[in-house]
């Protein structure tokens, strides 16, 4: 019993578990996470590694090989909106022999935010008014996307199917064609003004707008009072979800 007890605690030491979150994480939508374990061992492999958290989901690795790692994918669904907790990661095993089962706790030194549910609108744009105009603009910078708007020499940077080779035809050099750039107008989402039996349903809906504009066009954020203007990105895009996801909770 000494033997086996001495193996089974050995068996578990220098394990170094970790998980990561998505970068978006919706309340009611369950969320892929990466469990990983790492064993720091020098010399021996760890058996029958069994990774828990929460008691809600774990992973097991019939082996975790010295200097190496496992990992694996588990899936989290959150019901609340906001900062949530990781809580605890337990790392057990019932090697060697499997009479005990003996393990290590962890704490999660990290919170993951958790975006409102996303709800559909009833139209595109949800009721939601454009902070200056609707619909596509042609801008006067240079793109690939607008309509004909010139042409002039070809200067060796632009791509060998803008150049307009009938012109060229008839001219010593090579002539490109110059196109115009649509841009989309910005999209401002007035929390106020969206449809919704209450403040969650209304937070919902707005976010369900930020994720399906938020990589078309710019889309700024109108919050009791609080703008946050107009841009686009990722980073823009997951800073508004943050904001909806925190709405309230000072």
Known sequence: ???TGMAGMYNIKKLI????PPEEIYAGIPAVFHFSVRNSKRFLPSFLIRLECNTEQSLVFPVVLQKSHASGSVMFTFAQRGNVPLGRIKISSPYPVGFFTRYWSFEINRTVTVFPHPIPSADSYGGVEDSQATGVVLSRERGLSGELERIYPYSGSEPLRMIHWKHSARSQDLLVKGFGRYTVAP???????????GVEERL???AWLVKR???DRPVGLLLGGHLIPSASGKQHRLLLLKELALYGSD
């Open 1 to 3: 019993m000494s033997v």
């Open 17 to 20: 578990p970790d998980l990561q």
């Open 187 to 197: 999209l401002v989402i007035d929390l106020e003004t969206l449809p919704g039996q």
């Open 204 to 206: 919902s809906r707005a």
């Open 213 to 215: 504009w938020g990589r």
